[in-house]
């Protein structure tokens, strides 16, 4: 989706296999969900990681959702828990 500013908002749900570069130039332990990424110019190289944010910023070209996955994560237990539940009656 292309904004009026030029910017592309595109949303990424964080996975293990995500390339994501230059990680180590930002402050770990910020408590941050996002991690505000931008394109690299040539194709097929990792993302470029540029700042950790707690909200959505107004404008990005790249936002990894470093929190999807964990609540994924956590709906699949539940289900597996109440199919538990319902097999064990």
């Given amino acids: 989706m292309e904004t009026q500013a030029g910017w592309s908002k595109t ?3 964080y996975s293990p296999t995500l390339k994501v570069s230059n990680l180590e130039m930002l402050p770990p332990g910020t408590g941050a969900r996002y991690l505000e990424c931008i394109r690299p110019h040539i194709a097929g190289l990792p993302l470029i990681a540029k700042a950790w944010r707690r909200t959505v910023p107004e404008n990005f070209d790249v936002l990894v959702d470093m929190n999807a996955r964990s ?19």
């Fill in 11 to 13: 949303v990424v749900i």
């Fill in 71 to 89: 609540i994924s994560a956590t709906v699949e237990e539940a289900i597996a828990e109440v199919c538990t539940i319902r097999s064990a009656r």
